[in-house]
């Protein structure tokens, strides 16, 4: 199983960016896919999730900024992310919880490489 991150960049506060993060691996379904990120010196927390049901959860400090979306079909989910905020810079992780792959199920989960995001006030 591999989850390839793109979209991170350099941009300016209020300014938006669109991460993608794609699974790959003879993966049929994934149940749980989602954003975390890490800021230096900080712990990395969770950004947002979506569920294969369409359930979403959101960490307070984007709430109204991010918005979370994924593509069954193409075993994608992206993260839309407006008027950015210079805290908002980390480096940002896909996570895959539940993955259904040939036949097999993987209750664990798995994390791309991450892509830097830096916001500049």
């Known amino acids: 199983v591999q989850l390839v991150e793109s979209g991170g960049g350099l941009v300016q506060a209020g300014g938006s960016l669109r991460l993608s993060c794609a699974a790959s691996g003879s993966i049929s379904s994934i149940h749980l896919m989602g954003w975390y990120r890490q800021a230096p010196g900080k712990q990395r927390e969770l950004v947002a999730s979506?569920?294969?049901?369409?359930?979403?959860n959101y960490a307070d400090s984007v709430k109204g900024r991010f918005t979370i979306s994924r593509d069954n079909a193409k075993i994608t989910v992206y993260l839309q992310m407006n008027s950015l905020k210079p805290e908002d810079t980390a480096v940002y992780y896909c996570?895959?919880?539940?993955?259904?792959?040939?036949?097999?199920?993987?209750?664990?989960?798995?994390w791309g490489q991450g892509t830097q995001v830096i916001v500049s006030s």
């Open positions: 996570n895959a919880v539940g993955i259904s792959y040939g036949g097999s199920y993987y209750s664990g989960s798995a």
């Open positions: 979506l569920s294969s049901g369409g359930s979403t």
